[in-house]
């Protein structure tokens, strides 16, 4: 079970901090991952971070803003985002999957387990 929350309004060049928590995942799971879905548009993948180990990976169109990481007492991945854009207003959703993470690896089709999404909106 993953369990998204965080999401909410912001204004242009704010921060939120979204969080996903995990339970009940099978043991084979590698990567903890978070997309975003906007209006009319695909699911893209935004970042990942490794179930063990430090490896993270956080998309070019993102980069310098969103932070990924994670605390592993509590099972809990979580995305800073700063200097939002209207542009990030989507749904984020938080997902698990066996592969590694990469961008090789950071397409929806490839994750098993899903949480059921957080809006996030930034207004200009």
């Known amino acids: 079970q993953l369990q998204a929350s965080g999401g909410g309004w912001v204004r242009a060049g704010g921060s939120l901090r979204l969080s996903c928590a995990a339970s009940?995942?099978?043991?084979?799971?590698?990567?903890i991952s978070w997309f975003r879905q906007a209006p009319g548009k695909e699911r893209e993948g935004v970042s990942c971070?490794?179930?063990?180990?430090?490896?993270?990976y956080v998309v070019e169109s993102v980069r310098g803003r969103f932070t990924i990481s994670k605390d592993n007492v509590k099972n809990t991945v979580y995305l800073e985002m700063n200097s939002l854009k209207p542009e990030d207003t989507a749904v984020y959703y938080c997902?698990?999957?066996?592969?590694?993470?990469?961008?090789?690896?950071?397409?929806?089709?490839?994750?098993?387990?899903w949480g059921q999404g957080t809006q996030v909106t930034v207004s200009s």
């Open positions: 997902a698990a999957g066996s592969d590694l993470c990469g961008s090789a690896f950071l397409y929806a089709s490839r994750f098993d387990y």
């Open positions: 009940g995942l099978p043991k084979n799971y590698g990567t």
């Open positions: 971070s490794a179930a063990i180990g430090r490896s993270s």
